[in-house]
């Protein structure tokens, strides 16, 4: 559910130090927030300029994130509603999934108001402004990627909450964790990886498991959130998702529903929700 923020700075239910934007829409970010950004983008842009597929990396260009201090969301909104039509919604670090679905909807990506402590660079329990900032709004700035992420808050918005947890899985396996093939070879898209330094190199390593992307499959496959992920669906351009956008998802749906899952490829512990 969504954390009440009653002032400038708060704490969410699990702990994290949110923050409410000012009058003019600006956050003051901490000395000690901006260091832990820094730290992050120090870490992550060497590891995604090799990796990730040429859209995430003209979008971060066109962003132009600054590497010394959290971002302004005013400042990337300039650059999302002139390429996209899309903007952030500043949102304290939970929020129901019916907001969840109106945002995505309406073209407003949800960027949670917190950043992680230095404590937790590796691992934190919910996403926060970097993961939604440098993870994904660079691929907002793409059309395919932008239409298929709208769609997709169109169809969970008048979905039942069974048919929430089968779109899950495919929010999971496509925005959070997908590959595409390029001509420069097997890149990365999904925001889950391109904001984990360990999911980076682990998704093109030889460990995980790679399969062509296909909906249904997606919409059948198990996942879970803790661990580094077992199996990448792959894309073979991302004109795929704007191809999907424009199907009959929610007839997918309830055929994987007809169909059930798939065994998972790992240990059934803390993994997907069973209700949205």
């Known amino acids: 559910m969504k954390a009440e923020t009653t002032t400038d700075a708060a704490t969410s ?135 298929f992420t709208a769609t997709y808050g169109r169809l969970g918005l008048a979905a039942s909450s069974r048919e929430r947890v089968y779109l899950a899985r495919l929010y999971w396996m496509t925005v959070e964790f997908g590959l595409v093939d390029t001509p420069a070879g097997r890149r990365l898209y999904g925001g889950g990886i391109l904001s984990s330094p360990r999911e980076t190199l682990h998704a093109l390593s030889d460990t995980p498991l790679h399969a062509d992307f296909d909906a249904l499959d997606a919409l059948r496959t198990p996942y879970r959130i803790d661990i580094l992920q077992p199996l990448y669906y792959v894309l073979d351009g991302l004109g795929t998702l704007e191809q999907l956008a424009r199907e009959d998802i929610m007839g997918l749906v309830h055929q994987a529903m007809e169909l059930g899952l798939y065994a998972p490829h790992f240990t059934p512990a803390s993994a997907e929700p069973t209700t949205a």
């Open 13 to 147: 239910k699990t702990g994290y130090r949110v923050h409410s934007p000012n009058d003019d829409g600006r956050i003051d970010w901490s000395s000690r927030e901006n260091a832990t950004w820094r730290s992050l983008m120090n870490r992550q842009l060497p590891l995604v300029e090799a990796r990730a597929c040429s859209e995430y990396l003209e979008g971060l260009e066109r962003l132009a994130l600054p590497r010394d201090r959290v971002p302004q969301l005013a400042d990337i909104d300039r650059v999302l509603t002139a390429t996209t039509g899309w903007r952030t919604a500043a949102v304290p670090a939970l929020i129901p999934f019916d907001t969840f679905f109106e945002l995505l909807a309406e073209r407003r990506f949800p960027v949670a108001t917190f950043i992680r402590s230095p404590e937790e660079m590796e691992y934190l329990k919910e996403p926060d402004i970097f993961h939604e900032v440098f993870g994904h709004c660079p691929m907002l700035t793409n059309p395919a990627f932008a239409e």
